[in-house]
């Protein structure tokens, strides 16, 4: 029974691998690859169970992302007369969703504005977005801030709320992206609403204007514009999908681990002229594979530790500065179970380079697989007994085949 033969192989490897050797039947290894499966879906559940993504407007969570849409074409605005309004694919935030910023430029102005109409409302009211955030950057005039800066967001009608950015502005830099991220909603600070129809459930539009002492050449530009701060689970965004989407990316850790560590050792052995035949090897290498299957429960357990994870924009997005921040927040977080999953993947380590010794020293002193390799060799004068490789001999092989298939593996899948 492949269950017993699973259990020998933890508590008896010299002598399971001699009998599983004499079988060859894949039933154990493609037993072991769906309990693989399922703690990989255990893990990623309680991983998801913890993990809150920020949602957004426009929308940057994968598979339903529009990117950074308002400030990638400029077509979604308009200007004060004689401001010119176009993309600029030269200088942006780099991240995952950019392609542009929105360029404003005119000639001898002391005011200027610019605003969006967005399509539909944004909620930012009780359980819906907290914050606005965007992207500044004054590149011209390049010796005179603004004396005056007032940010709009239009509500129902003709309404709107005002806040006033002007010390905000003129505490950045010139010619340096400026970050702007403002509480909204009912509780927040310095907003002041221009009349009772204004609802923070309803925000249809943002107006920024800018004004100078004087008449000045104008260089602005926007990017990254966004409504966020409300996250959700994970879960209970893709549901089903998720877990599903584990099951399939499951499945090829398993696979080629082990086919790249039977190969690997059975080209080294090959290559140290012992016995070896390809089937009884890969069986008896899937059967060692337990120890992944251990590894992956024992992780699932790990996970429980977590606490919840919360995963926002500047991680989603990628932009440099801000992600590198936001990410080693996330990474001080599961420090813990990263330590914990650390150590518990030096042992498996350990633990498959010594059932490859068992299975190399098993697969070369076998009588049935030497006597098959005489009958099928070229050479019928030369004797093909089963002559075991010596123990020193099994771990070097398998350590070097271990070695490998962790290198080629990372290349390949990353992991």
């Not at 002598?15 to 599983?20: G, R, S, V, Y």
């Given at each position: ?13 010299h ?6 050797l004499?079988?060859?039947?894949y ?75 929105i ?42 801030k ?22 905000a ?40 204007e800018?004004?100078w002492?004087?008449s ?6 926007v ?14 965004l893709?549901g ?50 337990v ?17 919840n994870?919360y995963?926002?924009?500047?991680v ?11 990410r ?33 020293r ?7 697989i ?46």
């Open positions: 029974m492949p269950i017993k033969e699973i259990l020998k192989v933890l508590y008896a490897p002598k399971a691998f001699k009998e599983i004499q079988r060859t039947s039933l154990g290894p493609i037993l072991l690859l769906i309990f693989f499966v399922l703690a990989q879906v255990g893990s990623s559940y309680v991983v998801a169970s913890r993990s809150y993504v920020e949602l957004t407007a426009p929308q940057t969570v994968p598979l339903t992302a529009q990117g950074d849409l308002w400030t990638d074409n400029a077509l979604f605005w308009k200007a004060s007369e004689g401001v010119a309004v176009r993309n600029n694919t030269g200088d942006y935030i780099n991240s995952t969703y950019a392609t542009a910023s360029e404003f430029t005119a000639h001898n102005f002391s005011n200027v504005w610019m605003e969006i109409r967005f399509n539909g409302s944004i909620n930012c009211g009780a359980g819906g977005f907290q914050n606005i955030s965007f992207r500044v950057k004054q590149v011209a005039p390049s010796g005179a603004p004396e005056k800066v007032s940010l709009y967001l239009y509500s129902l009608g003709d309404s709107s709320f005002y806040y006033d950015l002007t010390d502005i003129q505490s950045g830099a010139v010619n340096i992206w400026n970050n702007m991220t403002l509480s909204v909603g009912a509780g927040a600070e310095r907003w002041t609403v221009s009349d009772a129809s204004a609802k923070w459930e309803n925000i249809t539009g943002l107006k920024i800018f004004a002492a004087s000045v050449d104008v260089d602005l530009l990017d990254q514009l966004f409504f966020k701060g409300d996250y959700e689970l994970l879960l209970d893709y089903v999908s998720y877990l599903a989407n584990v099951v399939l990316t499951g499945i090829a850790p398993f696979l080629f681990e082990w086919l790249l560590l039977t190969g690997l050792m059975y080209i080294i052995i090959k290559g140290l002229n012992g016995n070896v035949i390809w089937l009884p090897l890969m069986i008896a290498v899937g059967f060692a594979l120890v992944l299957v251990i590894q992956a429960f024992i992780i699932a357990v790990v996970y429980t530790a977590l606490p994870l995963y926002s924009l500047e989603l997005a990628g932009a440099p500065g801000e992600y590198e921040v936001a080693q927040v996330l990474l001080n977080s599961i420090s813990f179970v990263s330590s914990v999953g650390g150590v518990v993947q030096i042992a498996v380590y350990v633990w498959i380079i010594a059932l490859g010794a068992f299975i190399i098993a697969v070369t002193g076998d009588e049935k030497a006597e098959q390799l005489g009958k099928t060799a070229l050479d019928t004068s030369v004797s093909r007994g089963a002559v075991a490789f010596g123990w020193m001999k099994c771990l070097f092989v398998s350590g070097i085949s271990l070695f490998l298939t962790v290198i080629i593996l990372g290349f390949l899948l990353g992991i």
